[in-house]
Structures are given as structure tokens and as C-alpha cells.
T-cell receptor, first 111, second 116 residues
Framework: LAKTTQPISMDSYEGQEVNITCSHN???????ITWYQQFPSQGPRFIIQ???TKVTNEVASLFIPADRKSSTLSLPRVSLSDTAVYYC????????????FGKGTRLHILP | GAVVSQHPSRVICKSGTSVKIECRSL??????MFWYRQFPKQSLMLMAT?????????EQGVEKDKFLINHASLTLSTLTVTSAHPEDSSFYIC????????????FGPGTRLTVT
């Protein structure tokens, strides 16, 4: 399982775009990159998943460079409700493989 | 989307007693369920992998005799914390793997266990 490194915490303001970068230098060929969001006292919630280039859904975008050794989660126009912990995970999501969580990034949105 | 429930959502018990936590996949069958534990301000720590009809696989350092896992059906896994102690107080989260082509994982809402 590839190890991931993320910033421990980030602060931003309402209405701004927030980018959280994750490093995964030993990502394997078959690995996907998945981001989860977790609010206090709740289970993690799936945000987005990608393999290469760019993926966009209704809540976020995921940018993955050609070497796939890092990825960036982009949250457009954040609000106070986006304050949460964001986890970057690398692995063969899409099989019944266990997920190992890293430390995550604690995002704090300020008014 | 797929729904995973946990019961109870919150439980307080006395030291030395046992507590059972249920994890159910409500609208899909789950070949595999995972159990995590999360302490305040920390990340989720995988405790064990639960496969329907077979023994659970525990992560290193997790006592299998203390944390009993039963996966009796494709929609239900249970975690029993036996002889609970205050240090077992934590947030317990399960996830379920959908038994179809997607194999996506869905997380439950968590159970807050407090041992007094």
C-alpha cells in the first residue's frame, strides 16, 4: 500500500478555492487515488477518485500529473461547512482491499 | 447511494462489561466489512477485516479475543468489545464493500463508545 503525505492542517476563507496536495511517491501502476472527507463524529464520506489527469464532479476536482506521484484536491468556493478532515488514499479502490488511512489534512474555513 | 448503518450510535458502559456494535449494509450485499477505531484528533486505524462466513483477519496489535467480530450474513457484521476498559473508549467505524461489479466501499456513521 502506497504511503501518502499531506499537510497536517490548512486555513482558508469562505468563497476561496482550496487546493490540498498529497504526495504518493511509491504509487503502483494499478493504484487509484481517492479522497475522503470526514466531519467530527461521523464516518468518512467519499469525495472523488481518479487515476490520471483530471477528474471533476459536483463537489471537487482532482488533478493528477503524468508521473502520478502526487495529486491535488481542489475545492471551489469553499464555505464554512467544508471545515473537515480530508484524507488522500492510494490503492486498488474498487476491490475488497483494505484501506489504510494516513493522517489527513484538517481544513479550517474562516468567515 | 449505498447506505451503511451502525447501531448504536452512542453507548456508555461500565468497565468490565461487554458491548456489541452492529454494522449493516441496508441496500446492498457486502462481501467484506472493515472495522476501524478512531481516537480524538487522530486518523482512522484499521482493526480488522471481516468476511462473511469466515474468521476475521485482525491487524497487528489488535487483540482478537477482546474485539470479537462476527460476519454472519452478507448484510451484517458485529463487533463485540469484551471486558471493556476506559482505554477502549473510542469512535468505532465500519465500512462495507459492495458485492457487485463496483466493489465500492461505504462507511457507516460510527459508534461512540464511552467506558466509565
Amino acid at each position: 500500500l502506497a504511503k501518502t503525505t499531506q499537510p497536517i492542517s490548512m486555513d482558508s476563507y469562505e468563497g476561496q478555492e482550496v487546493n490540498i496536495t498529497c504526495s504518493h511517491n511509491n504509487i503502483a501502476t494499478n493504484d487509484y487515488i481517492t479522497w475522503y472527507q470526514q466531519f467530527p463524529s461521523q464516518g468518512p464520506r467519499f469525495i472523488i477518485q481518479g487515476y490520471k489527469t483530471k477528474v471533476t464532479n459536483e463537489v471537487a476536482s482532482l488533478f493528477i500529473p503524468a508521473d502520478r506521484k502526487s495529486s491535488t484536491l481542489s475545492l471551489p468556493r469553499v464555505s464554512l461547512s467544508d471545515t473537515a478532515v480530508y484524507y488522500c488514499l492510494v490503492g486498488i479502490q474498487g476491490r475488497d482491499d483494505k484501506i489504510i488511512f494516513g493522517k489527513g489534512t484538517r481544513l479550517h474555513i474562516l468567515p | 447511494g449505498a447506505v451503511v448503518s451502525q447501531h448504536p450510535s452512542r453507548v456508555i458502559c461500565k468497565s468490565g462489561t461487554s458491548v456489541k456494535i452492529e454494522c449493516r449494509s441496508l441496500d446492498f450485499q457486502a462481501t467484506t466489512m472493515f472495522w476501524y477505531r478512531q481516537f480524538p484528533k487522530q486518523s482512522l486505524m484499521l482493526m480488522a477485516t471481516s468476511n462473511e462466513g469466515s474468521k476475521a483477519t485482525y491487524e497487528q496489535g489488535v487483540e482478537k479475543d477482546k474485539f470479537l467480530i462476527n460476519h454472519a450474513s452478507l448484510t451484517l457484521s458485529t463487533l463485540t468489545v469484551t471486558s471493556a476498559h476506559p482505554e477502549d473508549s473510542s469512535f468505532y467505524i465500519c465500512s462495507a464493500v459492495r458485492r457487485d461489479s463496483s466493489y465500492e466501499q461505504y462507511f457507516g456513521p460510527g459508534t461512540r463508545l464511552t467506558v466509565t
